[in-house]
């Protein structure tokens, strides 16, 4: 009986040992690419365990319901925001083209010139005639 087979059996280190040395054998690697390899090896194993955390992470927020409350009250709340600053936006413009005497200074208004919502009141014929 050897003494080393049990120690091998019983120790989880014996067993590790062996893998890189029978690795080094194979490819005919020296102590630094087995160093690298292994880093290689662990870099890799810590990117796919970050990723499945994140992943968990992820499908946990989108079953629990308070937290999809809080993203559609936050989707809500950016729609309205930009709503308003559209709206902002168009009054500045209109406020701009239109002097202080009252004239218009600009080109044609929203609902002039061919917008899509006109073009189901004209009729074909003179949407298309200039």
Do not use: C
Request: overall charge negative; hydrophobic content about 30%; glycine content about 6%.
């Amino acid at each position: 009986m050897d003494l080393a087979d049990p120690v091998a059996k019983e120790g989880g280190e014996a067993d590790a040992e062996p893998k890189t040395e029978s690795l080094a054998e194979e490819k005919g690697m020296n102590r630094k690419e087995k160093r690298k390899a292994m880093k290689k090896m662990k870099r890799k194993q810590t990117r796919k365990e970050m990723a499945l955390k994140e992943r968990e992470e992820e499908e946990a927020i989108l079953n629990d319901p308070q937290e999809l409350m809080k993203i559609k009250l936050m989707e809500q709340e950016e729609a309205e925001r930009s709503e308003r600053e559209r709206k902002l936006f168009e009054e500045r413009e209109r406020a701009e083209k239109v002097g202080k005497d009252g004239m218009w200074r600009g080109g044609p208004t929203k609902g002039q010139m061919g917008s899509p919502d006109m073009a189901v009141y004209m009729p074909l014929d003179l949407h298309f005639s200039l």
